[in-house]
């Protein structure tokens, strides 16, 4: 065994014996520790700062003598005058080992750090950037052995980096000469390391070393809205996030009326296409002022949406989507530029689709699976994306099935006599007294209840304008509770439901919720109308869970997590007595947010993940529901509340529903009036 | 051994056994036998047309009966009669093996033909063409498995043709889905097979089986002119060819003057970038009209032009071109797309720009390479392409040396008293009467000798208006040989001369050539100035040649290719008694025409030559020979007629230069006024 010095570094564990002298950059690189620089080891970045641990070392079996490293070197004390260090750190490159040593890395000095994500079941992001900057030294040109400028710094590149292959767009060679020449053959390269389908590509170059960072943008591309967050592609830090309306709006509210704005017009889907880039681009430049940074510093980015906003932003006429067997142009994930699809960031930025799954199940839905990772998940999970389609998944790590399903725009509030988006004033949370049968709500942007003093204060702003989505499910789940609504979704009368606030309404009952008239306001109510409205929508959503538990094999799921922002808001126990997710245990039902966001942010800050999802939807066993005879059964078993024949043996354990039946034989039937909508 | 049948190709002479009933396409597929198929074997393309033949084959010793093929089947009936088919001819897609077979697959039905060049020393260029025409029929969407369109078309390429990894650029996802179901799911893709830095790539579709082809360009992008050819991608032919003016010449004659302009004007590099990027546009617009096809048949490119044209043309400064050390931004080969450098050609067709060899040897020296192959030559060969920058190569299997210099615009009949572009009405020989000392003259237009009847009324639509370069070459040449000019350059007086032609002009003498005033044209005489300026740009050639003759270790040379438009006018005799080039016997002196676009045809036609020139170039030593102090001295002694040091042993034996000496103390003296330019 050599009497070289033990080098033991922490997290990471890895250890070895290095000649005395060798700096600790050196002994890192050589035993694959992840620590950071740009500069090479030359003292300029600072990337590579460690700490150094002094005494004893049971663990390690490692005694540290506090002559274990050199002593400070000029260019070390220097960097210390200047920026200054943090206490006990020093910086990888210029320490070197003298003596048996334990060296932590920091997280701030490893490349490949976590980012920790809020929610506790959330895995962290890991980063791996797909694009990392070079400090490097360029030979000069020689009239002996002449080359190009472009030729020896990927010499350089390749010398001092190990970086092979490295090509560089047009716009690199246009702005290269005079940087390299301002730099004085010091330059600074921001480097896309490549993928499956791309060499490694020169994004960006500086004269001398460049302090600053790169930027990549994770996009949701909705049909309503437009979300970025513009990241620190080094340190994956969110520096700016923003959002715009779609400005296809106003070709059509919802999906199906865009394919349709295209069928209908020549030249329609050209339009469409216009005025999603033109909005994109409107964002972006908002999202770097916001940020105080040039658009230029943009290179990679990536975007999740439907199937129908991935065509029309790439240019693709989406009618194809609009009938059976809803043929995507393309299915995998895409690697493009910026320039192809005239966005305003860097003209050589990367742009990353995430793949689609299927004609309903999009990027976005890929990029669920990629925060979500069902395909990780120890035990059974349903993973439900609520919106116009609802996108679901259930699996486990043995498998995982996919189906959409198309709710209708019901749970965002549409097609319902009240209904509205969820802004201020929209009804979010109802609760019936079990006794009067009369309701109290509350209200978005109040905390108060509207039987509690000061409410009519606090809301004078806004006032009561309507129910959204989340408010519609809880009103309908306390009507059935308290014996308003039958299990066949019908209302009762006045004395079969003993509430005064049910009322005569043509040929059935409504309900009222509040009655905002006096102050010049709407008339709150709950048509039968309505009613049947959730019925459809939540039997749309059962049906696809239940057919992917067919064919799973399964009749329960052990969790189920409710995607999308409209899924942060839903009561799970009021969605269970809905019927509208299978039975389970309610604290097993929870939240992800805005899922489609967060695996646009992990495919942004993890180069490895976008391998993987792409993988992970290969691997997907895509449902269509469509053509599914099971499905048109389920439907009809769920169109009660909560459901015609499934037990829901842990809602039943917790909730009594009345067995009441208002059916005298005249009204509408639970079930009936399905209607298949998409888009 | 198999009692199979045996099948011998010809002319590849490859041979095999085969199954009663195997299709001759699916032998000569197995056996590598170099025959084309679109449709692959549906009968559709005919492109695998075979001719049999029949009766006694000792060399391949088989005897092939009448019926060793199949009778004719309906399909390729069908074909002849709806096509017709020459005499003897089978489709290798019907015709199956039934008795041992000699198959003569014609040059029409190889996708690896040759195309004859017209030279005799010339190569045949090699037709391996970068994109093919596949005809597939692609899997119909399936809601029960979900896959875009363009996937289910990537897996027809893979079990269909075993092309894998088949990308398609933005463009083909546009327009794809219609063309698809419009061919009712039978298409023809244009492919790009790919190349070191690009995987393969769809660059058109059509529906159905497509009866055209693709086309490519190659394009010679000169200071003063653009030249293109039309090329047909899958038979090499040259279909339209087409030139246009250099719009950049507005800014500036020479390529120096361009580089001052971009130096002194703000914007002003990219306003000739634009300039040179619509000329090109203009012409492509052209030529496709002249062919009668759209522009987006054009799927390929190749450009050659000098490091100043290239920078501009990509939009790149070309400030360091101007100034030593003459840095270029890249000197590698580039692979872009028509709409990054915003061509008028399909929006994705490659461009190929050959490497730059050095800052003053360009991707047109590197064309020239390629046209002349220096590097396969058995013998020593010296290929001189002479500009405004003469480039030189020497060299042969052993090693090549390539050099540049600076020879300035005279032999373009530039800075010439009565020198002028080579036009009608341009004197382009010139003979000097033994006796009389004057001269006579032939002009471009008219093959009759001045003194010859008749000469006057065919000229007398263009009158004789100046000399050319080659004109110029004999005119000095002659002047030489007959004694009015001595070695150094000094033009006789009359008495010492005794030439009437000879006349005073200020402190020198000047050569009356041709007297057109009487008809209201110029008096075109050659000044002792002239002299002086041919001596300084052919010295300036003989000595970059004679330096690499040096480097190379030897002092003759097997052979001389003299290169580019004017090369091809040069009298070999006429550049030897100028001491233009070395001593070589003349019939070893040939010219190669515009080999720099001969070069851009082969890399249009043949994608395997562009690695080939990439390594060639990259072997090339490189002289430069403003840093080699040798140049200088070689320039002095070649600054006298032929020269003042080397013995033109061969020259000698044929021509007797007289010995005469016109320095009488007061003129000037050869080989001073040494100007270097660059441009």
Chains 1, 2 share one sequence.
């Not at 010091?186 to 993928?195: E, I, M, P, S, Y």
């Not at 979500?372 to 699996?395: H, K, Q, Y």
């Not at 009762?492 to 005064?500: D, K, R, V």
Request: glycine residues 10%; proline residues 5%.
């Amino acid at each position: 065994m050599s009497n070289d010095p033990l080098v033991v570094f922490t997290p990471s564990g890895k250890r070895g014996r290095f000649a005395k002298g060798t700096p600790v950059l050196t002994a890192a690189r050589q035993l694959g520790v992840d620590l950071d620089s740009v500069c090479g080891g030359r003292g300029i970045c600072s990337k590579c700062q460690i700490s150094p641990g002094y005494g004893e070392f049971a663990k390690h079996g490692v005694y540290v003598a506090s002559d274990a490293l050199s002593e400070w070197n000029s260019v070390e004390q220097r960097y210390k005058d200047k920026r200054g260090l943090i206490e006990g750190r020093r910086l990888g490159c210029q320490a070197t080992v003298q003596g048996d040593v334990v060296i932590d890395v920091p997280p701030e000095s490893q490349v490949h750090r976590q980012v920790v994500r809020k929610r506790a079941e959330a895995r962290d992001i890991l980063i791996n950037p797909s694009t990392k900057l070079f400090y490097i030294e360029v030979a000069e040109p020689d009239m002996h052995d002449p080359s190009g400028d472009l030729e020896r710094l990927r010499d350089a590149l390749h010398e001092q980096w190990q970086l092979e292959k490295v090509h560089a767009d047009l716009h690199i060679l246009q702005i290269m000469q005079p940087i390299l020449r301002k730099g004085n053959w010091k330059v600074t390269v921001a480097v896309h390391l490549g993928d499956q389908e791309n060499t490694p590509r020169i994004m960006n170059i500086w004269p001398g070393f460049y302090e600053g960072t790169v930027y990549g943008l994770a996009v949701d591309l909705g049909s309503t809205t437009i979300a970025a967050h513009l990241c620190d592609l080094q340190t994956g830090e969110v520096v700016a996030s923003s959002g715009v309306m779609n400005p296809q709006i106003r070709f059509g509210e919802d999906l199906m009326s865009r394919v349709s704005y295209a069928m209908m017009n020549e030249k329609g889907a050209e339009e469409m296409t216009r005025a999603v880039r033109s909005g994109m681009c409107a964002l972006f430049s908002q999202i770097s002022l916001d940020a105080g940074i040039d658009l230029n510093l943009i290179v990679d980015s990536v975007f999740v949406c439907n199937p129908v906003m991935h065509h029309l932003f790439l240019g693709i006429d989406p009618f194809e989507l609009g009938q059976a067997p809803f043929a995507l142009a393309t299915s995998n994930a895409l690697r493009l530029r910026a320039g192809d699809i005239d966005l305003n960031i860097h003209p050589s930025a990367r742009v990353y689709l995430l793949p689609c799954i299927a004609g309903h199940v999009g990027a976005d839905a890929a990029a669920v699976a990629l925060s979500e990772a069902p395909d990780e998940s120890e035990d059974l999970v349903l993973i439900v994306d609520v919106g116009t389609n609802a996108e679901i998944f259930l699996g486990n790590r043995e498998k995982v099935l996919a189906c959409s399903s198309p709710t209708g725009p019901a749970f965002e509030g549409a097609q319902i006599s009240s209904g509205q988006r969820a802004a201020p004033g929209a009804i979010e949370r109802v609760e019936i007294d079990p006794e009067t049968k009369l309701p109290r709500i509350k209200v978005i942007g109040c905390d108060l209840w509207s039987d509690e003093p000061g409410f009519e204060e606090e809301i004078s702003g806004t006032g009561v304008t309507g129910i959204c989505g989340s408010g519609i499910i809880e009103m309908v789940a306390e009507m059935r509770v308290h014996g308003i609504v039958d299990a066949p979704g019908l209302i009762g009368s006045p004395e079969q439901t003993g509430s005064a606030a049910v009322f005569a309404d043509g040929r059935t009952y409504s309900y009222l919720v509040y009655d905002a008239t006096e102050r010049g306001g709407p008339r709150i109510t709950v048509t039968n109308r309505d009613i049947r409205e959730i019925q459809m929508a939540k039997a749309a959503l059962y049906s696809g869970a239940r057919l992917l538990m067919d064919k799973f094999g399964v009749d329960k799921v052990d969790r189920v997590v409710l995607a999308g922002a409209f899924g942060a808001h839903i009561s799970p126990k009021h969605a269970m007595i809905l019927g509208m997710i299978p039975d389970a245990p309610f604290d097993k039902v929870t939240s992800a947010g805005n899922a489609a966001g967060t695996g646009a942010r992990i495919a942004l800050l993890n180069i490895a993940a976008r391998a993987e999802i792409e993988a992970t939807v290969r691997a997907i066993h895509k449902i269509e529901t469509a053509i599914e005879p099971r499905f048109q059964e389920h439907f009809v078993n769920a169109s009660a509340i909560p459901n015609a024949v499934e037990p829901f043996p842990i809602l039943n354990s917790v909730v009594d529903l009345p067995r009441v039946t208002f059916n005298t034989g005249g009204g509408e039937s639970g079930g009936s009036g399905r209607r298949r909508r998409r888009g």
